[in-house]
């Protein structure tokens, strides 16, 4: 009898494992359903803004303002005299003008603005005066984006004195300026005045006793009858003046004053 009960427990256990192994076979058969990946949802693009960046003043044509100032003037002719030229960075009139710019705006303002062009001078009327008379020498100013090629320094002897135009009797001929607008900025001011210009050119103001002073100056390109508008900005300040020019010949000047 014990033998048979125990033949009938092993026969239950049998058969709840096959049951069981059966139940895992089948549920590892089932296809499962992967689950879905979230597709990323599209960032919208940024939107740009507008730059704050101040742009010149479009002309008629669309394309950007550039200020071309004519080229420096190279030529230190006398007239119809005789002359010799004395092109020389080294020549003693020429070492004796720089000296005297230096005595005048300092040796580093002159070493960083100035440049020297050319030079000339008479030739003697006799052959017995060996020394070469009224010298002239050039130079070439510069200030940020400005140059001018109107210092002229005149070398002159009396009684044994040396003189020099630059000097000036009434005040000294020559520029000391330390800061300038650009030239952008000083075509963004005229163009704001008289719209689309031409002539641009470099206007030299001697001052007695105040300093002298360097200006932009340019004419409009829409004269009305004889008349056109010219407007001259202050290199130093950006202050700007507009005046009338009238039409005399094939040039335009300052129009008279009335009567």
Same mark, same amino acid.
């Given at each position: 009898?014990?033998?048979?009960?125990?033949?009938?427990?092993?026969?239950?256990?049998?058969?709840?494992?096959?049951?069981?192994?059966?139940?895992?076979?089948?549920?590892?058969?089932?296809?499962?359903?992967?689950?879905?990946?979230?597709?990323?949802?599209?960032?919208?693009?940024?939107?740009?803004?507008?730059?704050?960046?101040?742009?010149?003043?479009?002309?008629?044509?669309?394309?950007?303002?550039?200020?071309?100032?004519?080229?420096?003037?190279?030529?230190?002719?006398?007239?119809?005299?005789?002359?010799?030229?004395?092109?020389?960075?080294?020549?003693?009139?020429?070492?004796?003008?720089?000296?005297?710019?230096?005595?005048?705006?300092?040796?580093? &303002?002159?070493?960083?603005? &100035?440049?020297?062009?050319?030079?000339?001078?008479?030739?003697?009327?006799?052959?017995?005066?060996?020394?070469?008379?009224?010298?002239?020498?050039?130079?070439?100013?510069?200030?940020?984006?400005?140059?001018?090629?109107?210092?002229?320094?005149?070398?002159?002897?009396?009684?044994?004195?040396?003189?020099?135009?630059?000097?000036?009797?009434?005040?000294?001929?020559?520029?000391?300026?330390?800061?300038?607008?650009?030239?952008?900025?000083?075509?963004?001011?005229?163009?704001?005045?008289?719209?689309?210009?031409?002539?641009?050119?470099?206007?030299?103001?001697?001052?007695?006793?105040?300093?002298?002073?360097?200006?932009?100056?340019?004419?409009?390109?829409?004269?009305?009858?004889?008349?056109?508008?010219?407007?001259?900005?202050?290199?130093?300040?950006?202050?700007?003046?507009?005046?009338?020019?009238?039409?005399?010949?094939?040039?335009?000047?300052?129009?008279?004053?009335?009567?």
């Amino acid at each position: 009898m014990k033998q048979k009960g125990f033949v009938n427990i092993l026969l239950i256990i049998i058969v709840v494992a096959l049951v069981g192994a059966g139940a895992y076979f089948v549920s590892t058969k089932q296809i499962t359903t992967p689950n879905p990946t979230p597709s990323p949802t599209p960032k919208p693009s940024p939107t740009l803004k507008p730059s704050s960046t101040l742009t010149p003043s479009p002309v008629s044509n669309g394309e950007k303002i550039i200020l071309n100032l004519p080229r420096p003037n190279t030529d230190c002719t006398i007239g119809d005299k005789e002359e010799i030229n004395i092109t020389d960075p080294n020549h003693p009139f020429v070492l004796d003008s720089k000296n005297e710019l230096i005595s005048l705006v300092g040796k580093e &303002y002159v070493s960083q603005h &100035y440049k020297f062009l050319c030079a000339v001078a008479e030739v003697p009327p006799s052959r017995l005066m060996a020394r070469l008379e009224y010298p002239r020498v050039r130079w070439l100013y510069t200030v940020g984006d400005f140059s001018t090629d109107g210092i002229l320094d005149e070398v002159t002897s009396s009684n044994g004195r040396i003189g020099h135009s630059v000097a000036g009797f009434y005040g000294p001929r020559t520029l000391k300026i330390e800061k300038v607008i650009s030239s952008a900025k000083a075509s963004e001011i005229i163009y704001s005045s008289i719209g689309d210009f031409t002539e641009p050119s470099i206007q030299i103001q001697w001052g007695n006793p105040e300093p002298s002073r360097m200006y932009l100056l340019a004419r409009s390109t829409r004269p009305t009858g004889n008349l056109v508008d010219v407007a001259r900005v202050n290199l130093e300040t950006g202050e700007l003046t507009k005046t009338k020019y009238c039409s005399v010949g094939e040039s335009w000047q300052p129009c008279p004053l009335p009567q």
